[in-house]
Nanobody, 121 residues
Framework: QVQLVESGGGLVQPGGSLRLSCAAS????????MGWYRQTPGKQRELVAA???????NYGYTVKGRFTISRDNGKNTVYLQMNSLQPDDTAIYYC???????????????WGQGTQVTVSS
């Protein structure tokens, strides 16, 4: 039942910035970790950033120091501030959440529709 809507992608020049957002609509579920993976043709899907409900963040090696992830638990929304963007950051960014159904022990992952980020001069 968890639905994710992403926004904020676009075209920027090298060195520019973008801010992605991902809003979750949920009923009867608890959202735990939230974050983004990215996918580029010819490359394996890679973790960009993730954040727990307590605010503990984890970043992929190539983006660490340039990207910052944050979340608003009251709005069930996660944000990714991307600075100093490079052409290698060009990819489709997929928001995800790890969820637990209320009253159940099982967990599952939800995925957003993806948003295109293109970094080019």
């Amino acid at each position: 039942q968890v639905q994710l809507v992403e926004s904020g992608g676009g075209l920027v020049q090298p060195g520019g910035s973008l801010r992605l957002s991902c809003a979750a609509s949920t009923s009867g579920f608890v959202i735990n970790t939230m974050g983004w993976y990215r996918q580029t043709p010819g490359k394996q899907r890679e973790l960009v950033a993730a954040i727990t409900t307590s605010g503990s963040a984890n970043y992929g090696y190539t983006v660490k120091g340039r990207f910052t992830i944050s979340r608003d638990n009251g709005k069930n929304t996660v944000y990714l501030q991307m600075n100093s963007l490079q052409p290698d950051d060009t990819a489709i960014y997929y928001c995800y959440t790890e969820n637990r159904a209320l009253g159940y022990s099982m967990s599952y992952t939800s995925w957003g529709q993806g948003t295109q980020v293109t970094v080019s001069s």
